[in-house]
């Protein structure tokens, strides 16, 4: 194999074929839209609308969506699309506001009227054989929202479906292949969106359901060895979906030529240290370098209880230990394979919030692995760059890495460290450690672990309250479970979890940890709350 060269291809800016593009408007309906079409198999990627349409059909897309955005097509400034891509022979879909822009870019009429819509409305299918509307409901619940209303559609398109308050709520050209809706068919609240979507990708665009996570597999497995070539990679792993996900598609690309770091810093729960030895090593066959840090971590947070400065102090000994891992590595086999290569877990929702970056080479930020060195001079292997979520985990699934960890719900990379309101000592982490597993175990006897985003358990080791237990006052800590839902954690609601699940969880951690003799529960929903108390 080659040495890498400069010239060696970037997967990170590398477009696959049969891509969709969602044309970004704005508010946060690009990415859903993205993961709607993934959903249907077909594989899609988000641009700005600030993109020349030349640059995009550059890309060879096999389709356009327009997304829906915060603006009025009549407002200055508000963004606005070159016709030329309607005439460049690409299936156009436009949703909510790339519908309206799509209406006056082509002749049609949208009225600033005050006729506004907001919310579930019902709409009428006008041509239930429609491309868009076929086998779907004459009358179905749509999401709608917005202040303009489209009263006459272009030329030579036909209208499809309206609303009491919109005459043109849905055109479609099928000789142009152009397709628009007034809605959000991407949002669950209406009832046929994925369907329409669908009919717009497989019989306006004529795409076929054919991207999975074995293509992405094989497609990531071919770039990451043309990238690294015969040079050496490192990764840091956390212990988390992403790392672990992220490392296992590597090491299946170039095996020994990478060695994954996992620092010990203490801060860890129950079993996840031995999981990460024993089950990832088990079912990857990795090169792994376990430190113990803990001894290290603990000494530099004596005597700390604000948040932030725990925090600075964690990745501060975080970068310290990993810098020297790194060393022991290129030292332990030195040579003509240099460690060229940083492994990072980033999804595509971080490059989308970041930009959408294109991206340099070198590192800049870590955002995934908890503290990674912010100065060496590492080239990136971002393998899952393009993946969301659940995507990520479906790659796991696929690469044979074990439930538990491909499940895993998300933890924080100061770990522990966070969940402490006050000094973190290793008494007080064994604490933690014993409610946060009972806390666990429960939740996952009970079959609620695909229900909760996830639940921080939090001691509260600066209170102390009296108690009472067999004959004797306690005089205890409290320990707080904070159960969430969420889709993305930017915001988040407290999971209503069963009564019985709760009962079983406060009488085991209160029998069962030392010290501890409350267990109350985090009824707020984020905002105000954050998911983690520290
Ligand atoms: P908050 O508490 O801000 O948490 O509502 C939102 C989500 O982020 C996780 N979190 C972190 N993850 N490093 C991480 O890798 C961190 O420093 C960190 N802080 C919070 C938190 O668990 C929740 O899922």
């Avoid at 156009?92 to 907001?118: H, I, K, P, S």
């Amino acid at each position: 194999m080659a040495p890498a060269t400069p010239a060696a291809p970037d997967p990170r800016t590398e477009t696959a074929a049969d891509t969709v593009l969602v044309v970004d408007f704005g508010a946060q309906y690009a990415q859903l839209i993205a993961r709607r079409v993934r959903e249907a198999r077909v594989y899609s990627e988000i641009v700005p609308s600030t993109m020349p349409v030349a640059e995009m059909l550059a890309k060879g897309p096999k389709a356009v969506i327009l997304s829906g955005g915060p603006s009025s097509v009549y407002e200055p400034g508000a963004p606005t699309l070159d016709a030329a891509l309607f005439e460049a022979g690409v299936p156009v879909f436009g949703m909510c506001y790339g519908f309206q822009l799509m209406a006056t870019a082509l002749g049609g009429t949208v009225d600033n009227t005050g006729a506004r819509e907001y919310g579930r409305t019902e709409l009428s299918v006008s041509r239930p054989s429609s491309t868009l509307f076929e086998g779907t409901p004459a009358e179905q619940s749509v999401w709608m929202s917005h202040g303009d209303a489209c009263s006459a559609a272009p030329e030579g398109f036909t209208v499809t479906a309206s609303t009491d308050v919109v005459p043109v709520a849905a055109f479609e050209n099928d000789e142009k292949r152009l397709y628009g809706v007034q809605y959000h068919p991407e949002v669950l609240h209406t009832t046929h969106g994925q369907q329409i979507l669908e009919h717009f990708l497989y019989r306006g665009a004529g795409l076929a359901p054919t991207w999975t996570t074995t293509n992405v597999v094989d497609e990531q497995v071919a770039l990451i060895r043309a990238q690294v070539g015969s040079s050496r990679a490192i990764c840091g792993l956390s212990g988390g979906v992403d790392s672990a996900v992220a490392a296992a598609l590597v090491q299946k690309a170039i095996g020994s030529q990478l060695t994954c770091v996992y620092v010990d810093h203490g801060l860890m729960r129950k079993g996840e240290t031995e999981q990460v030895e024993k089950d990832f090593v088990a079912a990857t066959g990795v090169q792994l370098k376990v430190v113990d840090a803990s001894e290290r971590f603990l000494s530099a947070l004596a005597g700390v209880s604000d948040p932030e400065q725990k925090r600075k102090i964690i990745g501060r000994e975080f970068i310290r230990v990993f810098e020297q891992a790194q060393a022991e590595i290129v030292a332990e086999a030195p040579g003509d394979h240099p460690v060229e290569f940083l492994v990072q877990g980033t999804l595509y929702p971080d490059v989308v919030e970041s930009g959408g970056g294109t991206g340099t080479a070198n590192i800049k930020s870590h955002h995934n692995v908890g503290g990674l060195p912010e100065d060496l001079e590492f080239q990136l292997v971002e393998p899952l760059r393009k993946l969301f979520k659940d995507e990520v985990r479906m790659v796991g699934q696929e690469l044979g890495l074990p439930e538990e960890i491909v499940q895993r719900q998300p933890f924080p990379g100061p770990g522990l460290g966070i969940r402490i309101v006050g000094e973190v000592t290793r008494d007080r982490l064994d604490l933690l450690r014993e409610a946060d597993a009972i806390a666990r175990e429960e939740l996952t006897a009970a079959g609620l672990d695909r229900e909760i985003w996830q639940c921080p358990v939090v001691l509260l080791a600066d209170v102390r309250s009296v108690g009472v237990q067999g004959d004797g006052r306690t005089y205890g800590h409290p320990v707080v479970l904070r159960p969430v839902s969420s889709e993305d954690a930017m915001t988040a609601d407290w999971s209503r979890l069963p009564y019985e699940t709760l009962a079983r969880i406060s009488t085991r951690i209160t029998n069962e940890v030392r010290d501890v003799n409350r267990v109350v529960l985090d009824v707020t929903s984020k905002p105000p709350g954050t998911i983690e108390w520290e």
